[in-house]
């Protein structure tokens, strides 16, 4: 019987410690569903930078110094209790937490901030206090969309940068090899050819360009005709297209996470809902079993032989004799 109690008891405390957490994230959850709380966070986070660009004027900070100082740790345990908030509103279900890369850019934003030696640097603590500036964009879906296409195309960018590259480093040969001697400002050597030619990508004195190379060479008006068909049409194109790509896929991943965080017991679909019925299902069954077993383990056990089944009329039949 006590082998049973403590079988028992594993579950059961299993149970109430889920739907104590539950219970946990369901009230957090309330708080940072709400559309106040969203923009209070913001607000805050606008205010933040407000204050940051007071303190680069020297006789604001001279007069506000006290003032200011409370302003920053007002902020920080506003901030602190944010994270806080958000976290226990994932208190059953801690690693959608983890998997979120805005929770986990605002939990190092505010940890940071408590190291010392992070407290010690007042470059790094002003550095750190200006990336709580980037927070606003969890609260505009907009700006959001944009930092996640900027990110999604740094794969393409790279890519661009190094075909980039390398046309910058032929160019910039063949045009040291012709101009050097008629044009040594511009094309003297390797590194002076490079920023000429980086310049001229945007188009920038291209007119004045064209009329030196014209002066050594007619033959000039090829290079530098190819050289902008190639790198301010060709590859900003390239460029443009990678980015608009990465726009369209953020904006197709926004749309698949829009909408407000619901209980794990009212998402519809998907591999957390489909999970957090599962562990639903299984809270169920060990309370049913635990009920199964307390009532077992009242009840008196029959003598051996005198089992038996219960016929369609309701009266007992031996459990050795044939049912009619």
Known sequence: MNRMTTATATPRDGTERLSAAQAVAARCRAVTDARWFAVGVLVLVLANAVVLGVETYAGVVHHWHDELKTAERGFLAVFTVEILLRAGAHADRPRDFLRDPWNLFDLAVVLCAFLPVVRENATVLRLLRLARVLRAARFLPQLRVVLVAVARSVPGTVSFLLVGALLLYVYAMVGWVFFADGDPEHYGSLGRAVLTLFLLMTLDGLGDAVRAGLEISRWSIVYYA??????????????????????????????????????????DGGEDGHAQRVRDRIAKARAALDELEESLGHRPVPPRGETGETGETGERVPSGSARV
Request: proline share 7%; glycine share 8%.
């Open 226 to 267: 190819s050289y902008v068909l190639l790198a301010s049409f060709v590859l900003v194109n390239v460029l443009i297209g990678v980015v608009l790509t990465s726009l369209d896929e953020a904006r197709d991943m926004e749309r698949g996470q829009s909408g407000p965080v619901r209980p794990p017991a009212a998402e």
